[in-house]
């Protein structure tokens, strides 16, 4: 059997592994050495291969005892009152029944210990007492558990069941005693009760002394009703995530043994204005998207930190391609599009993904522009091995040669595949079948991963896509970053070379699972790794698709669209940032963050958009003036030489008398805002 010392029913010892192995001769005489008056405890469960049902109220013992035949003749132990009957372990969970609130019965199993003879009462000063001692342990009675369950009825509890995973890197006792140094013992007391649940489902009795001092400094301390609330814990619901969520939220910082270092942004912004500061802090990715995002821009001619988050999430969505996938069966496949002014270096981040291709030796999973829908097919499954990369610059002006009217149906067949593909990464993606099948063969592509990065400026978006394709169908599939800053040129800047930390962490994400990227056979199925939340970031993220749900419950039908693809677009990025082990709390929040911008701008840009020419037409007016408040008459007409006089005339004074610009007479000139 596992025996501990201990006083007064504390431990006189660190003793959470001895619920997983016996001590030793050597540990349990040097314990009655250093512990001569000490009393001792009984390590419950599998163990020692043995369970305890307590009694703990004389008054309810003749009740409880009727559903335990020969119960007088067990072995069991007396204390002050009531008594413990001791049987056999054969997997039994530990559990309590409660009258009024309070405990009557306890079994004592796995993560729970008892007082035996000759200990002393903490209370009542006398010596526990052997009842049948030599009498050789039972079965637990069959009726016995179910009687209990029919005798002291329990309210139902919904307990939320976290996807865990069986090698999950649990905390110790020191990790909580560090989360309880964040945590102000003069909280609420529901606050209070919940810590000490978390505690004692996480680690049992051997946290009762780590509760007991925390709560200690407290005004409102009181010793002698400790030990009755802690067992009254047992089978309340809350777990350690509730205590490292409130730890959390204090300030507290969780180390996991496999957690990649959180990568700090270096860029220098000692000039940037609030407004791009706090913009820049919101969106700093950390682990290896973070190092790849820090490494674009400390590196750019025209460094743009939004778009160098868009293309190292690209570049990560690629790489994790055939190799890990959510609970939900959803991939790293994503695609994200750069908006920037002209000349404000957003092609710079593009050009920056063919080096790192290059130096990670996965230059052939880049994508040549296609120029037809078959090409797109046959260059992802032929030339990439199904996971694929498209960079393209200058995305807005590409979208005119393959969504207008004169274009070749094989043309818009691209944007018909690209919409198809983004949900096919866990499966088949068909594509079209011609009549002659020996001169144009139908290409199939099991577990296509595409994920592209695409660079424009706002009016390219804004001309070449429809209202339809502005939210129902092809931009509610983006993920937009946005910058509206055109960054000086760092003179003579050139590129450095590609970290070796990013280098090995990338080759590292490849050897870890070598079913990814490599050729396979066309129909195979690669073998993909599931990465699964941590409790804390599972909580979140269904808090999170419930506040989703709402949101697409109070929107128009033509916003409820976009909102629809945001759980996708979170869960997709939440899995890129991981680090593989776990998806955390810091992935989630900042996948959130990122899509509700993106959607953000995805509704500005509805907004300008339209499919009658003169709308068209008023809105870039309109978006002029929006982006140059108190724009000269002089400058708005040298920005808007694609109208004549005479149509930019009507369309100003149109505006004006809408209320949507103002017009202000400055000396010989208008200055509208």
């Known amino acids: 059997m596992s025996l501990i010392p201990e006083k007064n029913g504390i431990p006189l010892i660190k003793w959470s592994e001895y619920m997983h192995r016996l001590p030793t001769e050597e540990e349990l005489g040097r314990w009655a050495i250093e512990y001569p008056d000490s009393g001792v405890g009984l390590v419950c469960g599998e163990v020692s291969g043995i369970v305890g049902l307590d009694i703990d109220s004389d008054e309810e013992e003749a009740f409880i005892m009727r559903f335990i035949p020969n119960a007088e ?17 054969n997997g039994e969970a530990s559990k309590s029944w409660k009258k009024e ?12 210990k008892t007082t035996i003879p000759p200990s002393i009462h903490r209370t009542s000063g006398k010596r526990y007492i052997w009842i049948n001692e030599g009498a050789p342990l039972e079965e637990l009675p069959a009726a016995l558990l179910s009687g209990l369950d029919a005798l002291y009825p329990q309210p139902k509890r919904e307990i939320v069941k976290y996807p865990i995973m069986a090698d999950y890197d649990r905390s110790t006792l020191e990790d909580a005693q560090n989360m309880l140094q964040h945590l102000d013992s003069d909280c609420t007391r529901e606050e209070w009760l919940c810590v000490g649940m978390g505690l004692r489902d996480e680690y049992g009795d051997a946290a009762f002394g780590l509760w007991d001092d925390w709560s200690a400094g407290s005004s409102k301390y009181k010793q002698r009703e400790m030990n009755a609330i802690w067992r009254s814990f047992n089978g309340s619901g809350y777990t350690i995530a509730t205590v490292v969520y409130l730890a959390q939220q204090a300030g507290y910082i969780r180390q996991y043994e496999n957690a990649q270092p959180i990568a700090a942004a270096t860029v220098d912004l000692s000039t940037a204005t609030k407004a791009e500061l706090e913009e820049r802090k919101k969106l700093v990715a950390h682990g290896l998207v973070g190092e790849i995002a820090d490494w674009i821009t400390e590196t750019a001619t025209r460094p ?61 999973h880049l994508l040549a522009e296609p120029t037809a829908g078959t090409s797109l097919l046959r260059g992802l499954k032929d030339d990439a091995q199904r996971v694929g990369l498209w960079a393209i610059d200058e995305f807005g002006r590409y979208l005119s040669h393959v969504t207008n009217k004169n274009s070749g149906g094989y043309q818009k067949e691209i944007i018909d595949y690209l919409i198809k593909m983004f949900g096919r990464a866990s499966g088949t993606m068909l594509g079209k079948k011609y009549a002659n099948e020996k001169l144009n063969p139908r290409i199939n592509i099991v577990n296509p991963h595409l994920c592209v990065i695409g660079a424009s400026v706002k009016e390219h978006i804004i001309d070449n896509c429809t209202s339809k394709d502005a939210i129902d169908g092809f931009l509610n599939r983006w993920v937009l970053f946005e910058s509206t800053d055109r960054p000086r040129m760092k003179i003579g800047k050139k590129r450095v070379a590609v970290p070796q930390s990013i280098i090995k962490q990338v080759q590292k994400m490849i050897d870890d699972n070598p079913n990814g990227i ?23 993220v269904q808090q999170y698709q419930e506040d989703v749900e709402d949101l697409i419950d109070r929107s128009s039908p033509v916003l409820q669209a976009l909102y629809t693809r945001t759980y996708e677009h979170t869960t997709k990025l939440a899995l890129i940032l991981s680090d593989n082990e776990f998806i955390r709390v810091e992935d989630v929040t900042l996948a959130v963050e990122i899509v509700t911008e993106s959607n953000k701008l995805i ?49 100003l004074n149109d505006l004006v008398q809408s209320g949507e610009i103002i017009a202000e007479k400055s000396g010989k000139t208008y200055i509208y805002t």
């Open 101 to 112: 609130g309070k405990v009557v019965c306890e079994l004592l199993s796995d993560k729970r």
């Open 73 to 89: 003749n067990m072995r069991a132990k007396r204390g002050s009152k009531g008594r413990t009957i001791f049987f056999k372990y």
């Open 304 to 364: 743009q930190p939004q778009l160098a988050l868009g293309a190292a999430l690209s570049f990560v969505g690629m790489v994790k391609g055939h190799k890990y996938e959510t609970v939900t069966q959803l991939r790293s496949n994503i695609y994200t599009m750069n908006i920037a002014p002209s000349g404000g270096g957003k092609d710079d981040p593009l050009k920056a993904l063919d080096m790192l291709a290059e130096a990670t030796g996965l230059e052939n």
């Open 603 to 651: 509704v500005d840009l509805t907004g300008l958009i339209s499919d009658n020419e003169q709308e068209k037409m008023v809105n870039k007016v309109l978006q002029i003036v929006k982006a140059h408040k108190g724009i000269k008459h002089a400058d708005l007409i040298r920005r808007s030489k694609f109208l004549n006089a005479k149509a930019r005339t009507e369309i």
């Open 518 to 540: 490599y050729p396979i056979e066309d129909e195979q199925k690669p073998i993909v790794n599931e990465v699964r939340y941590t409790p804390e970031a599972w909580a979140m």
